[in-house]
């Protein structure tokens, strides 16, 4: 069983700066990878941005590529999203993922455990 603790939201205007965090704990969390989706009320589920545990190799939705980074300490068991330039279409509650492959991939079913998600709201 992994446990995902996210960190880091708030409040912030249209072309500032938030980082996220994720301590994960419990898993064997170097065979996986980990991601980021976000949901708004009433809509479904997306993928932001995951990151391969053991190479940290990324990917990213088309929507934050340029804005975004995703990456990961191994001594911490963290991994972070690095939101820069944010849109007011950015706001949203961002869910850090554990992944069931080791594999990056934007499919929502590809991964395991979720946070208890954070809330980010960006004021145009």
């Known amino acids: 069983q992994v446990q995902l603790v996210e960190y880091g939201g708030g409040f912030v205007q249209a072309g500032g700066s938030l980082r996220l965090s994720c301590v994960a704990s419990g898993g064997t969390i170097s065979t996986k990878a980990m991601g980021w989706f976000r949901q708004v009320l009433g809509k479904e589920r997306e993928f932001v941005a995951a990151v391969r545990w053991d190479h940290g190799v990324t990917a990213y939705a088309d929507s934050v590529k340029g804005r975004f980074a995703v990456s990961r300490d191994n001594a911490k068991n963290t991994v972070y999203l690095q939101m820069n330039s944010l849109k007011s279409e950015d706001t949203a509650t961002y869910y850090c993922?554990?992944?069931?492959?080791?594999?990056?991939?934007?499919?929502?079913?590809?991964?395991?455990?979720w946070g208890q998600g954070t809330q980010v709201t960006v004021s145009s």
């Open positions: 993922c554990f992944g069931r492959v080791l594999q990056t991939t934007p499919v929502y079913g590809a991964y395991e455990y």
